[in-house]
């Protein structure tokens, strides 16, 4: 992530590890995370992961704004 150094993105990737799941109703389709602001992309790292597992064909993240 930018502006974090590696130890610390290691401890927010950590803290997010299993933190979402997916609905098996999205298996085979296309969804899309809608959030109001990105910081790391941690979080959005996070659910991606955890819909394509669940089956998602495609994930797109949208942000309404990022910080730097």
């Known amino acids: 992530a930018r502006g974090l150094g590696g130890g610390l ?3 927010v990737d950590t803290n997010l590890a299993g933190a979402f ?3 098996p109703a999205v298996a ?3 969804v899309a995370v809608i959030d ?3 910081t790391t992309g941690a979080t959005a790292h996070a659910a991606a992961l955890a819909l394509t597992t669940g089956g ?3 994930v797109v993240n949208l942000a309404v704004a ?3």
Do not use: L, P, Q
């Open 28 to 30: 085979g389709r296309r």
């Open 36 to 38: 109001d602001v990105m």
């Open 66 to 68: 990022r910080t730097e």
């Open 56 to 58: 998602a064909r495609s």
């Open 9 to 11: 993105r290691r401890i």
């Open 21 to 23: 799941r997916a609905h």
